[in-house]
DNA sequence: CAACTATATATAGCACGGCAATATATTCGG
DNA sequence: CCGAATATATTGCCGTGCTATATATAGTTG
């Protein structure tokens, strides 16, 4: 809790993906069930989820149809085979980018006191290491940010 | 590496602060700084740099003096007491919400084969807690996305 | 039964953050 | 001597997410 909204940006989409790889979903359920899996700390509000999802339709990561069962229709998305293609690389993308801030946060757990450092680096690469020039030593077909 | 630059929206602020909690910096070094710290993978431009530290500046969250050794002058940044309780405050942020992300994706891991899962959970809170209503079970003053 | 809230989807416009582009000036290496 | 690196700064653009608004139905409460 009490965290800046600025800091959701970017990972909207990949918690959208998200909810739908656990089976087919309405729009406004996706709203409720994302409040509710994240503790009531995810409220995402129907004027930025339903541009994300018309942007999925269009790029072919997800299929809808309608359920008109009279008076409130429900418009249903579930992923293709793209859609869950795009959901690994940004659930993978989103892991590098936590994995980096946590390495360059790492020295602050000390010498400061964080009142809850929950996320722990697993040991695996990206390694902690020394100010070296790493410009040299990335591989040649990473992204920066 | 290979992640969007929309990720890093919200947290660059803390990346700066955080350059700077270990000692005074000038500008152009924490831009380099950070690229090796990073291994390459965060490197903020100058155009986005030196807006944020004019605006902590404002804020009086960094106290700033200039190098004048005639030629190429550096301006010197240092945290301020309100700037180092900024930062643990951007820092315990972060942590929340990488926590809250990474708890969303957890099932994913299972099910989607995540090439390089790097960030893994403490075993602190928050738990992983079924779907609850959870809203009324959240602590009064904790603030939303 | 009327009013309000919750369910359900949709869109236009705004605000803000980060970047590209540009400007200026000095120092170092080839 | 000329280009690249060092060093700071500003203007304008673009993408993202939110507010506000619109529409319609179902349930709940006074």
New interface residues.
Partial sequence: ???????????LE??VL?EL??GARYGYQILT????????????KAGTLYPILHKLEQESCVRTWWDEQGGRDRKWYALTEAG?AR??RN???????????????A??LD????????????G???AR?P?????A???P?????
Same sequence: chains 1, 2.
């Fill in positions: 809790m009490t965290f800046d909204r600025e800091l959701l940006r970017g990972s990949l918690m998200g790889q656990s069930s994302l409040s509710s899996r994240s503790c009531g700390r995810v409220n995402i869950e959901l690994r659930a993978t993308e989103w892991f590098d980018y936590a994995a980096t801030v946590q390495m360059l946060l020295p602050l010498s400061l006191s964080i009142a809850r450092p929950v996320v722990a680096d697993s695996q690469p990206p290491l100010q070296v020039d790493a410009q030593l990335r591989p077909n990473s992204r920066d940010f």
